[in-house]
DNA sequence: TTGCTCCTCACGTCACGTGAGGTGGC
DNA sequence: TTGCTCCTCACGTCACGTGAGGTGGC
C-alpha cells in the first residue's frame, strides 16, 4: 500500500488533486485510516489514475472524466463522449486558426504601413428602434447623392420637434432589386413626421471604425467587404453606419462604425 | 452622451462586464454623475471599445489588452505582445491536433476490437531511489532469461533482511553499447547486500498499463513504441517497469505499467 | 406614481496552487 | 526526539454571469 505522497509520485498528479479526485469520488483510497486520515492507495489504482490524467489531458472536464471512467458506460455511450470531444476540437482548432490569421495579419500590417489600415472586430449587433426617414434608389450609383439630403430633412425635423439625440446617428442599407433601400434615424421615442422603424439583432458582425469625410466612406467598404470574405464570411443583413463623432466644422475628422451583419 | 445601457449594446458586450473594465481602467465612461453614479459614455468610446472586444476574441488577458490598448507603446512592442500570442497559438492548435488524433484513435478503437488494445497516458516521472541489484547483457536476446533470477536474488535479500517493501517493484532497462544494463529494485531505504540507486525524473513519458504475464511484456512494449512513433516523439532515457499487481499464482493476471521517458 | 435603469456588493464557476495551523508516524 | 509527511480548511486565480437589496430619472 502505498501513501498519498507515493502515489502521487507514481501517478505524475500533486498530493492536492488526489485528495480533490477523492473528495470528487473518482480515485479513492483503497483505505483510509480512520484515526489518522491517512490515505492508502493500492499499486493496482494507477491503472485508473493514469486514464484519469489521460482524459484530463485530452481536455475533458472532471464531471466527464467521471462519465468515462465509470464501468457501466457502454461502447456506444463512450463513443459519443468522445465524439463530442473531437467536435469541440475541431471547432476549436478552426477558431484557433482565424485567430492566428487575424494575429498575423496584424503583424504584417505592423512592419508595413500600419497606420493607414482598418481594424476589424467582430461582435454581436444589438436590435434598434429608430426615429427615422427612408428612401430608395434604382441605381446604386446614385445613392451618394441621396444620403446626404435625407439626414438633412431628419435632422430638420428633430430641430422643429424640440428633439436632442442622446446617442449617435444612423444609417443603414439594404439591397432591393437592383437598387437600394436606406434610412437615416436617430434611437429615442416617436417624433411627429417622422417614421419609427427597426433594425434586426444579429449575433455576427464585422465592424471597423472609418476616420475620414463620407466622400472616402466607400472606399472603406470595399476594404471591409474584402475582409469579410477573405474570414471566410458572408453577408448576413443589411450594413449599418453608426455616426460617432461629426463636427460640423470638420469634415475630414468625422469617425464612423461601419457594420456588416456576417454568418 | 450614451447611458451605460446604451453603449453596452452599441458596443455589444454586457453592462456588467463595462463596470468590470470600468474598475480595471480599461475603458472608463467620459463622465460620472457624483450624486447618483451613474455612467455616461460619450459616441467615440465606441473606438476604443471594439478594440478591446476584438483583443479579447484574439485570446489576450483583459492585462494584456491594456498594454496593447495603452497610447504610448511603441509598434515594436505591439508586435512583440502579437508574436508571443502568435507562438501561443500556434502551441494550443498542435497540442489540440494531438489531441485530436488521440481522440479519433480511441474512436477507432471502439468501433473496431477494442477491448484488447492499450490505452496510452503521458505524464512526468518522478525520480526515485530504488534498493536494487544491477546486471548487464551484451545481447539483448538473453536479456529474458536474465531478468527473472534478478528479481529473485532481490526478494531473497529483502526476505533475509526482514523487509517488507510497501510499494510495487521496479525494473529500468538502458541500452549499453551493443547490450543493455537493467536493474530490479524496490523504493525504501537500504538494505545490506543490495546497491541504492537513483532513477532519474523525466518531465514527459508515455505510459500504458499492461495486463498479462511476463512472456507477453516484449509485445506490449513494440506497440508502445510504435505509439510512441506515431505520436511524432523520441525516446529520452531508459524505459521502466513498474509491477503493480503481481499474484504468484497467476502469472496471467499481472499489472504492469511500462513507462518510456519521451521528447 | 409606475416601471425601468442604474448603483454596489457579493457569490458561483473550474481545476487547480499555495498557504496556515495542527497532528501522526518512523 | 527531530524532521517529514499527512490532515483539514480556506483563499487566490480569471473573466465573466447572476442575483440581492436599494436608489435615481423620466
Redesign the interface.
Known amino acids: 500500500?502505498?501513501?498519498i505522497g507515493?502515489f502521487a509520485?507514481?501517478?505524475?498528479?500533486s498530493v492536492r488533486m488526489l485528495r480533490h479526485y477523492d473528495a470528487l469520488g473518482l480515485l479513492s483510497p483503497t483505505w483510509v485510516d480512520p484515526h489518522s486520515g491517512y490515505r492508502y492507495y493500492?499499486?493496482?489504482l494507477?491503472?485508473r489514475a493514469?486514464?484519469l490524467?489521460?482524459f484530463r489531458?485530452?481536455?475533458f472536464s472532471l464531471e466527464e472524466v467521471g462519465e468515462l471512467l465509470d464501468q457501466g458506460r457502454t461502447?456506444a455511450e463512450?463513443?459519443a463522449l468522445?465524439?463530442r470531444?473531437?467536435d469541440e476540437?475541431?471547432g476549436?482548432?478552426s477558431a484557433?486558426?482565424a485567430?492566428?490569421a487575424?494575429?498575423?495579419r496584424?503583424?504584417r500590417l505592423?512592419?508595413g504601413d500600419?497606420m493607414s489600415t482598418l481594424?476589424?472586430?467582430?461582435?454581436?449587433?444589438?436590435a434598434?428602434t429608430l426615429t427615422q426617414l427612408t428612401d430608395r434608389v434604382d441605381d446604386v450609383a446614385e445613392l451618394s447623392q441621396r444620403v446626404g439630403p435625407l439626414f438633412a430633412r431628419l435632422f430638420g425635423a428633430l430641430v422643429q420637434a424640440g428633439v436632442e439625440p442622446?446617442?449617435?446617428a444612423i444609417g443603414w442599407y439594404a439591397a432591393d432589386g437592383a437598387g437600394m433601400r436606406f434610412g437615416a434615424g436617430v434611437?429615442g421615442g416617436p417624433v411627429a413626421g417622422l417614421e419609427t422603424g427597426a433594425l434586426a439583432a444579429y449575433d455576427r458582425a464585422v465592424?471597423?471604425?472609418y476616420r475620414g469625410s463620407m466622400a472616402g466612406i466607400g472606399e472603406a467598404w470595399q476594404e471591409l467587404s474584402r475582409h469579410v470574405s477573405e474570414a471566410g464570411l458572408e453577408f448576413a443583413g443589411p450594413c449599418r453606419e453608426?455616426?460617432?463623432?461629426t463636427p460640423l466644422e470638420e469634415p475630414d475628422a468625422w469617425?464612423t462604425?461601419l457594420q456588416q451583419p456576417v454568418k
Open positions: 500500500m502505498l501513501s507515493e509520485r507514481f501517478a505524475g498528479v493500492q499499486p493496482e494507477l491503472a493514469d486514464a490524467v489521460a489531458s485530452l481536455g461502447p463512450l463513443a468522445l465524439s470531444r473531437r476540437l475541431r476549436q482548432i484557433d486558426r485567430r492566428l487575424e494575429i498575423e496584424r503583424l505592423l512592419e500600419a481594424e476589424y472586430t467582430e461582435k454581436p449587433l444589438a434598434l442622446s446617442g449617435p434611437s465592424t471597423t471604425i453608426v455616426y460617432l463623432s469617425v462604425e
